[in-house]
């Protein structure tokens, strides 16, 4: 056989090959289906950027407003706050969005960073008057960065950290994702049902039957919508990661905020919580037998913390320990 020879049967199978993997990644897509609300309430649109960003409501009008802002992740949505955003709604006027490239708020192709995500919850919150917000994660490392520039009432923040990905941030491994069929693959590996549960198993839940198997479709579902690789792909690469002293802008701030742990999380550890809370003058709610979830494995004790109760059994209040 001839090198011309063997370079086009070559070509021919990269060709069959990266029909085939077009082929599957449309074929997921189809048996995903078009994402339904997580949450029952009034659905709605914000406009930001030439974005739709999805929202949905529940409460009276009249009462104070409560921004409930989701943790970043390859299946990340409003869906996270599913075991509180009833009982919150008897308290409040409830607002949760889903992020911009997460859910089923647009997700365009674009390079998504920090600077965007810190710009977006800026805005979004400027809408509200000195609205309460409870934010996850990385998400709650936007807040504090922003918060000054804001009129807040109240934070109440769960397991917040500003490093989520790889410092210094890989640009091969964004790029990977966001190449054409070859990151359609890779994020499919990723975002696979085993992946999934491996990922709520090992750092999201303490019970990873809390999860549930309805929930996990779900994620699986938000996961292979058009256009799902790209927020995540900032994400995994650590382009996501903020800049923000979160101890420090902690402690800047007029607007009292609680941090929430769970007690058996390891990314991060309850020792960085317990550091971040001595440092900012924080009081620090630790969840027994919770990772970073503990407002869906524990809600209803959680939604207690949110609103100034003090749950029995689950929590421990570690400011008066620390006193």
Not at 269 to 285: K, M, N, T
Request: hydrophobic share 45%.
């Amino acid at each position: 056989m001839t090198l011309r020879s063997k370079l086009a049967s070559t070509a021919k199978y990269v060709a069959l090959g990266a029909g085939a993997s077009v082929a599957a990644t449309r074929a997921l897509r189809a048996r995903a289906g078009e994402l339904e609300p997580p949450l029952d309430g009034r659905q709605r649109s914000y406009r930001w950027r030439g974005m739709d960003i999805s929202c949905t409501e529940a409460g009276d009008e009249d009462d104070e407003t409560l921004v409930l802002l989701h943790g970043i992740n390859a299946a990340g949505s409003a869906g996270e706050w599913r075991e509180v955003f009833d009982a919150l709604a008897a308290e409040y006027r409830v607002v949760a969005p889903d992020l911009p490239g997460f859910g089923r708020s647009d997700r365009p192709p674009l390079r998504y960073s920090a600077a965007l995500y810190e710009d977006f919850v800026r805005d979004f919150l400027a809408e509200y008057d000195e609205p309460r917000v409870v934010a996850s994660s990385l998400t709650a490392a936007y807040v504090v960065g922003v918060a000054e520039d804001l009129d807040l009432a109240d934070l109440t923040l769960v397991c917040p950290t500003a490093i989520a990905g790889p410092e210094p941030p890989k640009t091969a491994v964004r790029e990977l994702l966001r190449a054409p069929i070859v990151g359609d693959a890779v994020f499919g590996l990723l975002a696979s049902k085993p992946s999934i549960a491996y990922f709520n198993a090992d750092h999201g839940y303490w019970d990873p039957e809390k999860a549930g198997e309805e929930w996990q479709a779900y994620e699986w579902r938000t996961t292979h919508q058009k256009g799902a690789r790209f927020a995540p792909a900032s994400f995994v690469s650590g382009f996501l990661n903020s800049d923000v002293d979160l101890a420090g802008a902690l402690a800047a701030l007029d607007a009292p905020a609680t941090i929430v742990w769970g007690r058996e999380a390891d990314l991060p550890p309850l020792s960085e919580g317990r550091e971040l809370a001595d440092a900012a003058g924080c009081e620090l709610v630790v969840f027994d037998d919770a990772m970073l979830l503990p407002h869906v494995e524990f809600g209803d004790q959680f939604v207690d913390v949110v609103v100034g109760e003090r749950p029995d059994g689950t929590v421990t209040v570690e400011q008066d320990e620390r006193e």
